[in-house]
């Protein structure tokens, strides 16, 4: 996969402190500027907007708010008592380098939002009352049709000798917690108690789901992933989601003005985990619907999916915290067999980062042999790393201290070669939640609003219609107190359905 054109010559027995992703910088974003690198949607504007900012002095706030949840007294019992950290990762690890603050292009303000619904650029903004509401448990739901096209020729060379292979024999409690298990457990019922809880606006120290309960979400996830390929091919309509972070309330916004499943199809880029207070919930959600929907809900793999990054950004100590160690083993277990990019409607190429110097043909990423780690170099570190940047050369080194930075001519080209009309990735904040680069060759889509509490961004959403028509659903930011008030008003549009008689809730034409 011509691997040395990548930045990196550590080894696999590197230890933590050289895994080039904790050298340089926060994986929030890129410090390199978009410098007028986006035409101006709105006709006032006097100046393009960037998708990069510099390094602060804050701290970080992988897992801020969370350490309030520790000594909350109001769950009295825990689903999930801690096991004993025998099998723990070294505790010799770095503290996380400072948070990057606002640049000065993110400074500037929020777009007319008016102007842009006017536009038809925009469709839906949240800040009005839900507009869907997530059904009871015991509604009956369809999916609609399958978005996933099949490939005749499409197969994973491993998959045999993995399907026969334990996932883990010594991180289940529970034997044969497989999919074939799964079956027997209610997948309705733990997406009920999931958005319960989302719903209950408390960060409690206790999961809703128990260790067996998380242990076969995992292994039955696992299993699907491996049963499709790390190449999606999709077709439209489908909605396209960037970074959540473990930002659970906004997550249920995301649903509750899109359409909870199956009513919309949804692909997300990846970063699920770390940063936000409930990590696990938003995770253990997204894998839920995948089992219930597999053909019409997909996760692509970010590079917060990886083992070394989530053992310093938070998603670690929250599983120690709130569950065991042997989850979080589980979890990277699962994220190892993550899908890796998308092509929606044969148009448009979807990723977490972006393009690498590797990636010569498409048939390069179906060959990345899952499971695997994320390496330090390579295509698979550059697809989950890479940020496009306004600069003379094609390629250069990535401020982030991993992958690369490319530039127009290379998005250009990648477009041409493979008759792809747009690359469509996540990986970064943008003030408005989404931002073109150039002349609209590339979209950047960030998902969580008020990104961390530090960030005063919208999260996006674009959606793709059936006739490729491409528009954008926005998550205005929500300080603690109105978002917790949103929330409610869900909750109790939510529990009035429970007496209200079952409908039966099917996915949507748009």
């Known amino acids: 996969m011509g691997q040395s ?59 801020a708010g969370s350490v309030k949840s520790v000594g909350s007294r109001r769950d009295s019992t825990n689903l999930n008592p801690p096991a004993a950290d025998d099998s723990a990762p070294p505790t010799d690890v770095p503290e996380p380098p400072p948070s990057p603050s606002l640049s000065s292009s993110l400074k500037r303000g929020h777009q007319d939002v008016n102007a842009m619904k006017q536009s038809g650029e ?32 499409q197969m994973n060379p491993i998959l045999d000798f993995i399907m026969k292979t334990p996932l883990n024999s010594d991180t289940s409690g529970s034997p044969g917690m497989g999919m074939g298990a799964l079956k027997t457990i209610d997948l309705d019922d733990m997406i009920g108690r999931l958005l319960d809880a989302g719903y209950s606006t408390k960060v409690t120290k206790a999961v809703c789901l128990k260790n067996a309960e998380i242990m076969a979400i995992c292994t039955a996830a696992r299993e699907l992933f491996l049963n499709q390929p790390a190449l999606l091919e999709l077709s439209a309509p489908v909605k396209i989601v960037g970074d959540v972070h473990g930002q659970y309330t906004d997550l249920i916004r995301l649903f509750e003005m899109c359409g909870f499943p199956p009513a919309s199809n949804y692909l997300f880029l990846g970063d699920y985990v770390d940063r936000g207070k409930q990590s696990l919930e938003t995770i253990l959600l997204l894998l839920c619907y995948k089992l219930k929907f597999p053909e019409n809900f997909f996760l ?30 589980t979890f990277v277990d699962t994220f190892n067999c993550l899908p890796i ?15 690498s110097p590797s990636l010569s043909h498409m048939d390069d990423i179906r060959g990345i042999a899952r499971p695997t780690d994320v390496p ?68 950047t889509v960030f998902s969580a609003p008020n990104y961390c509490g530090e960030f005063d961004n ?16 926005l998550l205005k930011p929500l300080d603690s107190t109105a978002l917790k008030n949103h929330i409610k008003k869900g909750r109790k549009e939510r529990n009035s359905m429970l007496n209200s008689p079952p409908a039966i809730v099917s996915a949507q034409s748009y």
């Open 122 to 153: 925009v469709d839906l903004v949240s800040d009005a009352p839900p507009t869907g509401v997530a059904p009871p448990a015991g509604t009956p739901q369809t999916a609609g049709e399958s978005i996933l096209i099949k490939r005749e020729d």
């Open 458 to 473: 919208w999260g996006a959403i674009m959606s793709v219609s059936g006739e490729l028509l491409c528009s954008f659903e």
């Open 341 to 355: 990019a998308a092509i929606v409607a044969g148009k448009i190429f979807c990723v977490h980062g972006g393009l």
């Open 376 to 443: 330090d170099y390579g295509l698979l570190n550059d697809l989950l790393w890479s940020d496009p940047a306004d600069m003379e050369e094609d390629w250069e080194p990535n401020e982030r201290g991993v992958s690369y930075c490319f530039n127009k001519k290379v998005i250009m080209n990648f477009l041409q070669r493979h008759d792809f009309d747009l690359v469509c990735r996540a990986h970064m904040v943008v003030e408005d939640g989404y931002e073109f680069y150039q002349d609209r060759i590339l979209v």
């Open 300 to 329: 692509l793999r970010g590079n917060h999916e990886c083992a070394n990054v989530t053992r310093v950004y938070g998603f670690y100590d929250e599983c120690k915290r709130r569950c065991n160690i042997k989850i979080w083993k």
């Open 5 to 63: 054109h990548s930045k990196g010559n550590s080894g696999p027995g590197d230890s933590l402190q050289s895994y080039p992703s904790f050298s340089r910088s926060d994986t929030k974003e890129s410090i390199r500027s978009f410098r007028g690198s986006i035409r101006s949607k709105i006709r006032s504007s006097d100046s393009p907007r960037a998708s990069t900012s510099a390094l602060s002095q804050a701290d970080d706030r992988s897992d």
